[in-house]
């Protein structure tokens, strides 16, 4: 026998044998044609508006590290410290040529003054003094930078060395972002392209959070990617704490609404390719109604195009409802 004719059978046989069992207690919701918006999902990932990779400037190794992955840290506080001998011994260099440079100045004005040089000679030395307080200078700020502080108040979204590693400048140190200002970017195919410059609201889904939140503003960027033909669609999002930086997401464009008969995405028991719903009847009883559906609408609803008909009570939780049917067969 066909696999799917036996499954839908199956099916048939246990829609008959709980139609005449009663159903108590049991959460319900009256389906009604209503107005839905009518929406089309893009995969996206968050991210946060304000990011800032922390680099070496100088070399040395690692001596001391003060945070770590999802630390909170403020502006301006220490987050490693690196070994800068090398770089002390640059400044003191740089410190000898500035004050041998001061006196070859000094000695090279008097002797002009005297005339027993030339004003050449003069330029010369102002020249290499003026060099050698550069160096000095320079010398000095890359010994500070020995010290590794925060550049904003944040969260440390990754550590990228640790203790006793070798930093050389431009290596990664920290990764920090600031909470409070995230966002999401999709990519959108370039025949949405017309309908998306109209879309001016949106809903996020955090499918690991079971939460979604309403966009503050959606962007649609400029240019598209010369390989694979999309746009980027940058969403601004409210605060969500328990969201972070590298989390999945997907976001649902608004490009319209429509009257439609939906239920609740939850209340679907599904078999294979057989879709369901528990129903309450006039008179008190469950029966399992087949149904055929059509797309995700609004927030968690599923479009009906056939099995259920506008006043009928369907029961939202069906883990629920099976429990209680298990128990009213077994006292029968």
Do not use: C
Not at 126 to 142: E, M
Request: net charge positive.
């Amino acid at each position: 026998m066909n696999t799917k004719l036996f499954s839908r059978l199956v099916f048939a046989l246990f829609m008959v044998s709980t139609a005449a069992l009663a159903a108590d207690g049991l959460p319900l919701v009256v389906v009604k044609p209503h107005a839905v918006d009518l929406t089309f999902p893009a995969e996206s990932l968050v991210e946060a508006v304000q990011q800032a990779t922390v680099g070496a400037q100088v070399a040395g190794r690692v001596l001391e590290v003060k945070a770590d992955a999802g630390q909170s840290v403020k502006k301006g506080e220490l987050l490693m410290r690196i070994d800068a001998r090398e770089a002390e011994e640059a400044a003191r260099a740089a410190e000898a040529q500035y004050a041998n440079a001061k006196v070859s100045y000094e000695r090279t004005k008097n002797l002009v003054a005297q005339k027993f040089m030339s004003s050449a000679a003069l330029d010369k030395a102002r020249a290499d003094f003026d060099a050698a307080g550069a160096n000095r200078a320079a010398a000095g700020a890359s010994q500070s930078h020995a010290n590794i502080v925060s550049p904003m108040n944040g969260i440390v979204a990754r550590r990228h060395a640790e203790m006793g590693d070798m930093a050389t400048p431009g290596k990664p140190l920290f990764t920090i972002y600031e909470p409070g200002g995230l966002r999401v970017t999709a990519s959108v195919p370039q025949y949405r392209l017309q309908e998306m410059r109209r879309v001016t609201t949106a809903r996020v889904e955090f499918p690991e959070l079971g939460k979604w939140v309403a966009a503050t503003a959606v962007k649609l960027l400029p240019t598209a990617d010369a390989t694979t033909h999309v746009s980027q669609v940058r969403v601004s999002l409210p605060e969500v704490p328990e969201a972070t930086p590298g989390m999945f997401a997907r976001v649902h464009f608004v490009i319209g609404q429509a009257e439609k008969l939906t239920v609740p995405a939850a209340a679907v028991l599904r078999r294979g390719e057989v879709a369901a719903v528990y129903v309450q009847t006039a008179d008190g009883r469950l029966s399992l109604r087949q149904l055929r559906l059509g797309d995700a609408v609004g927030q968690g609803e599923i479009e009906v195009l056939a099995g259920l008909a506008a006043g009928d009570q369907v029961v939202t939780d069906p883990i629920k409802a099976g429990i209680s049917l298990k128990d009213l067969s077994g006292k029968k």
